[in-house]
């Protein structure tokens, strides 16, 4: 059988790691300054880190680093013949930075409705 890569394969002695990085829409449905809870079609298992990029409609925003606490499959959505699963995730935000922290308040009161969901 002759080769057919372009480039040659090395086997790694010693430890190489690394991640996977996807992009995913997601759906805000609530956020605080100790976290954020999101739909998405993506599954995130509970305990893994992830990186959030949150923004507005102009464009503008930043990146928050989290930890997943909790994911659960919501409902799916019909997308032609397709059945597609709508995952319902809670993020806890880790390494906040007085910057980031900042920016999250600003965010968070551009966007929110109400400072608290107690109040209803």
């Known amino acids: 059988m002759s080769e057919k890569r372009r480039y040659p394969?090395?086997?790694?002695?010693?430890?190489?790691?690394?991640?996977l990085i996807y992009r995913a829409d997601i759906h805000v449905l609530n956020i605080s300054l100790g976290g954020i809870c999101f739909l998405t079609?993506?599954?995130?298992?509970?305990?893994?880190?992830?990186?959030?990029?949150?923004?507005d409609t102009g464009g503008a925003g930043f990146k928050v680093r989290g930890r997943v606490v909790r994911s659960n499959l919501k409902r799916t959505n019909k997308v032609g013949e397709d059945l597609r699963p709508v995952y319902e995730i809670a993020v806890e935000f880790t390494g906040l930075t007085e910057t980031l922290r900042s920016e999250l308040e600003g965010l968070i009161s551009r966007f929110s409705e109400c400072k608290d969901l107690k109040d209803f």
């Not at 086997?11 to 790691?17: D, F, N, P, Q, V």
């Not at 599954?43 to 923004?55: F, H, Q, S």
């Open 9 to 19: 394969r090395f086997c790694i002695t010693g430890e190489l790691e690394g991640n």
């Open 41 to 55: 079609e993506k599954r995130l298992n509970p305990g893994c880190n992830c990186l959030l990029e949150l923004r």
